[in-house]
C-alpha cells in the first residue's frame, strides 16, 4: 500500500490520517468473526476505568506472532505506511483489543500516548505512531475517538493519573483547545486511522446500544528503542503480504 504526498502533508500537519475501506469487506469480517467470539479476549482484558467510574476494557499483547490478529499488526500495509509517515523503519511495540461495551463502556481521558511511552516506556523521542483499525462503526453515539487537530505540534505535555488512566495536564489541554479543534473520528468497519504518538485524544463513554471495539497497533522507530530494557523492547518484525488475512488458518 502506498500513499501520495498530499496525505503525508496531511498527516505532518493534523497529526493523523484516516483511511476508508483499508480493510475489505471479507477481511474485516473475518476480524470481527474471531473478535467477537474470542472469550480469551475477556479472560486477559484489563478493566480501566474513567474519572467517573466506568470502564473500558482493554486486551493488550506486546509480541506478534502467527496469530490470526498478526497478521494486521505484521501486515506490510500497516507497517510500510508507518515507516513512510514516520520517515524510518520501525517495529512492533503491542496490540491491543478495545472493548467498549454498550451503555456502559467508560471514557478515555486526553492524553498523548507518548506522554506515558516516554516514561514508561523509556522512549526518548516522539518517533512512534500508532494504528487504529475499526472492528465495528465509531460513532459520536458509541463512543469514537476525539482528536485535537494539529495538536501534536505542541510537544509533549505532563501527565497525571486520572481514575485508572493517565492523562494531559488538563490546563494545557483546554488552552489547547482554543487553537486546536476538536474533530469526531467517525469510522466505518475496516477504515483506519494513523496518528502520531503526540496527538492530543480522547473519547467519550458509549452510550448507545451497540458495542464500540477496535484494534490498536503502535510501532517505534528502531533508532528509538527504550534506553532501558522494558516491554517496548525491540524484537524483528517478520512482515507479511497483504493476502495474510484471507490466506489465515488455525493451526
Not at 44 to 61: H, I, N
Not at 65 to 79: A, E, I, P
Not at 160 to 170: E, M, P, R, W
Not at 203 to 209: A, P, V, Y
Amino acid at each position: 500500500m502506498t500513499i501520495t504526498a498530499e496525505q503525508i502533508t496531511q498527516f505532518n500537519q493534523n497529526g493523523y490520517l484516516i483511511m476508508k475501506s483499508y480493510y475489505s469487506q471479507e477481511e474485516i469480517s473475518r476480524l470481527q468473526q474471531a473478535a467477537f467470539n474470542d472469550d480469551s479476549l475477556y479472560e486477559r482484558a484489563w478493566d480501566k476505568k474513567d474519572a467517573q467510574g466506568a470502564v473500558s476494557k482493554v486486551c493488550l499483547w506486546q509480541k506478534t506472532g502467527d496469530d490470526f490478529y498478526s497478521m494486521f499488526s505484521r501486515g506490510r500495509r500497516l507497517v510500510e505506511v508507518c515507516e513512510t509517515l514516520i520517515g524510518e523503519e520501525v517495529y512492533h511495540t503491542s496490540t491491543k483489543i478495545m472493548m467498549k461495551e454498550p451503555f456502559v463502556g467508560g471514557a478515555w481521558e486526553w492524553h498523548q500516548d507518548f506522554g506515558y511511552w516516554h516514561r514508561d516506556n523509556l522512549m526518548l523521542y516522539p518517533k512512534a505512531i500508532s494504528c487504529m483499525i475499526a472492528i465495528n462503526k465509531a460513532t459520536p453515539e458509541n463512543g469514537c475517538l476525539q482528536v485535537l487537530k494539529g495538536s501534536h505540534h505542541l510537544g509533549r505535555l505532563d501527565h497525571n493519573k486520572t481514575g485508572d488512566q493517565k492523562g494531559a495536564a488538563i490546563e494545557f489541554v483546554e488552552e489547547a483547545m482554543k487553537y486546536h479543534p476538536l474533530v469526531n473520528v467517525e469510522l466505518e468497519p475496516g477504515d483506519v486511522l494513523f496518528f502520531h504518538c503526540n496527538l492530543l485524544h480522547k473519547s467519550n463513554q458509549n452510550r448507545s446500544s451497540e458495542p464500540r471495539w477496535s484494534m490498536i497497533s503502535a510501532y517505534n522507530a528502531i533508532t528509538n528503542q527504550p534506553f532501558k530494557p522494558n516491554e517496548a523492547v525491540y524484537y524483528p518484525l517478520n512482515r507479511v503480504d497483504d493476502d495474510a488475512i484471507i490466506n489465515w488458518k488455525a493451526s
